[in-house]
């Protein structure tokens, strides 16, 4: 395993805190009670109290289908309902909040931790399965094609990178999926794939492509489903712009968690809580990463490094940590 170099008292924060979601399951079972409005189509609604804003966001419908979000304002959690029935491999809407953190937009090369959480559940129907249950059945029994992704847009401009439809770059952290979901890049062969990553208790694969507006789009998908995910994910970042994939002066400016829908016979529910985004600026650390393959489109590898700690050498790096802290 290549090394990380940690700064301690920097990362205290930051590793406490996944720590600390750890420790608790991440998490609790969110109510998914009466919710305080609902949007539909390309609406927003944003919670008074703290401008969180959720986006039902069905960007390219069809005349058969929906998309909706119900937003609970205390403790955020949203639901979205959806149905798209034609054009199966084809994104239909994009349910998701907002995310923010102070220090946004920043550089690439200025990221020295970036913590992204969140809890999920999906199932056929319009009622919100309590948190963390998936009903894989009724999912496969509508047909389902969906991902869960964190989607994270960067740009050389700050401005630009503000922006899906204006920033060059996108990365998404998929941390579900479902059906005939497939990141642009995809090979069911595994030949075209750029890198295998570990990230806390999840293992992620790297592709990339480009969609119809020209960005250039890197996915990195975790190779099992994760309800509950916690995790410091700039070495997924660190990655791409010490390879070149990206550039290291681009910015970070906006970032998202929620539900890319492809398709479904019927009504699906999504529903997600306990979202959050935690950023460390300042020089990045110098993580040990792998040469880009040639092949790589720059695309394959076939024995990386691996980074990052486990939920289990998160705790103990924590422990260790405030010991020293406090000696």
């Given at each position: ?303 990386p490094p691996q980074w990052l700690l ?18």
């Amino acid at each position: 395993m290549a090394a990380l170099t940690l700064q301690p008292r920097l990362r205290l924060s930051v590793l406490a805190r996944i720590a600390t979601l750890l420790a608790v399951g991440l998490w609790g079972q969110t109510t998914a009670g009466a919710y305080d409005t609902t949007v539909c189509g390309q609406t927003a609604y944003t919670i008074p109290s703290n401008n969180m804003t959720f986006n039902a966001n069905a960007w390219n419908p069809d005349d058969e289908g929906f998309q909706c979000i119900s937003v609970q304002d205390s403790p955020p959690a949203f639901a979205a309902t959806w149905s798209w029935s034609s054009n199966s491999e084809t994104v239909h809407s994009y349910p998701h909040v907002k995310l923010t953190a102070p220090g946004l937009p920043t550089p690439l090369s200025n990221i020295s931790a970036l913590v992204l959480s969140a809890q999920w559940s999906m199932g056929p129907g319009s009622t919100p399965r309590p948190a963390l249950v998936v009903d894989h059945d009724g999912l496969a029994n509508h047909g389902t094609s969906a991902n869960v992704a964190f989607d994270i847009f960067v740009d050389p401009n700050a401005a630009n990178a503000r922006s899906e439809k204006t920033a060059a770059t996108e990365i998404m952290i998929w941390v579900g999926r479902f059906g005939h979901a497939e990141p642009l890049g995809f090979d069911a062969n595994m030949k075209k794939t750029c890198f295998t990553q570990t990230v806390g208790d999840a293992e992620f694969v790297l592709y990339q492509g480009h969609n119809d507006r020209g960005t250039n789009v890197l996915s990195w998908v975790a190779t099992s489903n994760h309800t509950t995910f916690a995790a410091e994910v700039s070495p997924l970042l660190q990655y791409l712009w010490r390879n070149g994939l990206v550039s290291a002066g681009s910015h970070v400016g906006l970032v998202s968690f929620g539900s890319e829908a492809y398709h479904s016979d019927g009504i699906v529910t999504f529903s997600a809580s306990e979202f959050d985004m935690h950023l460390v600026t300042g020089a990045a650390p110098n993580l040990a990463v792998g040469d880009l393959p040639a092949e790589c489109s720059r695309a394959a590898s076939t024995n990386p490094p691996q980074w990052l700690l486990s939920s289990a050498s998160i705790t103990a790096v924590v422990s260790a940590t405030l010991l020293y802290l406090i000696s």
